[in-house]
């Protein structure tokens, strides 16, 4: 999906790229142009240096997501020394889950997350079948194991599921802090039988 030199897989933003990254711009966030259901998706993230644009504390430092359906949110941010509510930490199942673990590096460094998601399934009337799962590593820790999501991602609300499409686009949230990204790609998983 970003192999540091080409944004072709993705609209929106658009965001700066320059040495093998691409950055978050204030012009808004991406998606990718195709759509997706059960995938494995990699991606490196860096939060900037203190100081550079940062206000540094709480949901203000290296603030921004990776959403799946454009809905499912794994947050990103800088937690590293940075305390916040757990739900919204990094790695956290935004609004619904924190992570098992805080697994942060320092600001500046390059930071992994390898998550397998599962996609929720919907009866023909449009009920929930079965919720969306994710199992998330953070620099390689497993941080979510097999976890159920309890409905799409909101903010200050009980999360709940409508039904929708069984793909749908990765979007990168812009939340107004110069996030950076590089070696992006997802794989599609099919469900065993």
Known sequence: LFDGASTDAWEGGPWTVADGAMTVNGRGGIKTKETFGDCQLHLEWRAPLLGDGEPGKGQGRGNSGVF??????VQILDCYQNETYPDGMTA????????????????????????????????????????????????????????PLIGATR?????????????????LQDHGNPISFRNIWIRRLQRAQ
């Open 68 to 73: 799946f359906f454009g809905r499912y949110e």
């Open 92 to 147: 956290a199942l935004y609004g619904q889950e924190p992570p098992m673990v805080n697994a942060c590096r320092p600001p500046g460094e390059w930071q992994t997350y390898d998550i397998c998601f599962q996609a929720p399934r919907f009866k023909d009337d449009g009920t929930l079948e079965s919720p969306a799962i994710a199992t998330v590593f953070h620099n390689g820790v497993c941080v979510h194991h097999a976890r």
């Open 155 to 171: 903010h200050r609300d009980v999360a709940r599921y409508s039904a929708h499409a069984p793909t749908g686009p990765i979007q």
